[in-house]
Nanobody
Framework: QVQLVESGGGLVQAGGSLRLSCAAS????????MGWFRQAPGKEREFVAA????????YYADVVKGRLTISRDNAKNTAYLQMNSLKPEDTGVYYC???????????????????WGQGTQVTVSS
């Protein structure tokens, strides 16, 4: 089992940048697919980005392509979400998720991940 802790959220003006981190406990992080999801007030949780165990494959929601970048450092047991050119519609609670059994097209499906962090708030002002 792995425990996930997000950090790096905050308040930023439109056009600004933030980098979210997801620190994982346990020795199996390097085998886990990692995903980022977000939930805006009154809306359902949505997929943002995912990365496979090696970092060789990444997937993005169309609305964030070219602005957000997912990465990982297996030596540090940490996944990242670099967010640039932020928009007010990026506001929400951002969650990281992990699971070694999530592969391929399943990486976009939040219901496939067993392990979740507590979330970090991102607020983008206009």
């Amino acid at each position: 089992q792995v425990q996930l802790v997000e950090s790096g959220g905050g308040l930023v003006q439109a056009g600004g940048s933030l980098r979210l981190s997801c620190a994982a406990s346990g020795r199996t992080f390097s085998s886990y697919t990692m995903g980022w999801f977000r939930q805006a007030p009154g809306k359902e949780r949505e997929f943002v980005a995912a990365i496979n165990w090696s970092g060789g494959s990444t997937y993005y929601a169309d609305v964030v392509k070219g602005r957000l970048t997912i990465s990982r450092d297996n030596a540090k047991n940490t996944a990242y979400l670099q967010m640039n050119s932020l928009k007010p519609e990026d506001t929400g609670v951002y969650y990281c998720a992990g699971d070694a059994q999530v592969l391929g097209i399943m990486m976009r499906n939040g219901r496939r991940y067993r392990y979740w962090g507590q979330g970090t708030q991102v607020t983008v002002s206009s």
